[in-house]
């Protein structure tokens, strides 16, 4: 059997960058998969968070998912707060996992950053959690982003190291999925820098929500050079906003940057910006639209989270009753 976990945190503002990076990946994975997948709403608290902002942001990333195409029926979709076996798998792992090895996590460093006194234990212990989140289920394929990989190295060690305490074939090691062509989307404003939803400009982004008007304006105004198109991949070398403007197109297009620069050849910006604006418009369209109808239909998605929920835990509890057996808890 091939099951996939992945989990994405409950940040507002979903944009382009999530959509191509993420999102549209884990809808198409739906045919040849059983999906589970889960907002991480234990994961967002390890940093500071709005109470009532993590609960709109949880509804508004499912709201997403659903509205990119992830059937919530066909696979489970749920937030992880309401499914306490990730929890009690997570402490568990936490007395495998080494000091050594959570250590070496270089996201610990980057977010506990010169305070590192100061940071949460929760915080320092995110990877076990998120070994938790994919060993729960026994996934075998995780799809992540290349800021991931070194929590899924993390959790394949932990699966490895708790078969050998407790003698026993329980886990099997879960393979990364990386995405070839991953847009790494960079912002319109500045094509050193990633998209992100907390560059203090909105046209720095594509948010999922944008209406056509909306991200015409944004392409239009998308900072370029005064050159126009290359011909080949080679010709973007020292034009990181030429680079990623045709990167969005190429991933749009389900295409490459070389095929995308063969037709552009020599043609000026405007050009190839409304070619663009075309395809964004017909991609995020709908899905902008289905978020703002779910977004107005809250308990609608409270629901179908809630009912993923159960689905989920129907998964997830006799593998950790597995688990609480070789470790050797007393149960009835
Ligand atoms: N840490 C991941 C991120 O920030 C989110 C995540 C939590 C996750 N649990 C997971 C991803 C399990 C894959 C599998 O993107």
């Not at 950053?113 to 989140?133: C, F, I, Q, S």
């Not at 062509?181 to 400009?201: I, N, P, T, Y």
């Amino acid at each position: 059997m091939r099951r996939i976990f992945s989990g994405v945190q409950p940040s507002g503002n979903l944009h382009l960058g999530n959509y191509l990076g993420a999102i549209r990946n884990w809808a198409r994975l739906q045919s040849d998969y059983d999906c589970v997948y889960c907002v991480v709403d234990l994961h967002a608290i390890t940093m500071p968070q709005d109470p009532a902002e993590l609960r709109a942001n949880t509804r508004e990333v499912a709201a997403g998912l659903i509205a990119a195409g992830i059937d919530p029926e066909t696979n489970i979709l749920f937030n992880q707060s309401q499914v306490a076996e990730h929890a009690q798998l997570a402490w568990i792992f936490n007395c495998v996992a080494r000091l050594g090895w959570l250590n070496r996590m270089t996201q610990f460093k980057e977010k506990a950053g010169k305070h590192r006194e100061n940071a949460t234990v929760g915080l320092y212990a995110y990877p076990t959690l998120m070994a938790a989140d994919i060993l729960l289920y026994k996934a075998t394929h995780v799809p992540v982003g290349e800021d991931q990989k070194q929590h899924l190295e993390l959790a394949r060690d932990i699966a490895q190291a708790f078969n050998s305490m407790f003698a026993i074939d329980l886990f099997p090691a879960p393979e990364p999925l990386i995405f070839g062509q991953a847009a790494r989307v960079m912002s319109l404003r500045d094509g050193s820098r990633k998209m992100s939803k907390s560059e203090a400009s909105d046209f720095s982004r594509i948010n999922m929500t944008d209406d056509a008007d909306a991200i015409a304006a944004k392409i239009r105004k998308a900072r370029t050079d005064p050159e126009p198109l290359p011909g080949d991949e080679a010709g973007l070398d020292g034009r990181p906003e030429a680079a990623n403007l045709i990167g969005i197109h190429a991933a749009l297009a389900d295409t490459t940057v070389a095929e995308v620069c063969a037709r552009f050849a020599g043609q000026p910006f405007s050009t190839f910006k409304a070619a663009l604006t075309e395809l964004a418009v017909a991609e995020l369209g709908p899905i902008g639209a289905e978020m703002k109808r779910l977004a107005g239909d809250p308990g609608h998605v409270d629901g179908l989270l809630h009912a993923g929920a159960a689905r989920a835990r129907a998964l997830a509890r006799p593998i950790l009753d597995e688990v609480s057996k070789a470790v050797g808890f007393l149960m009835p």
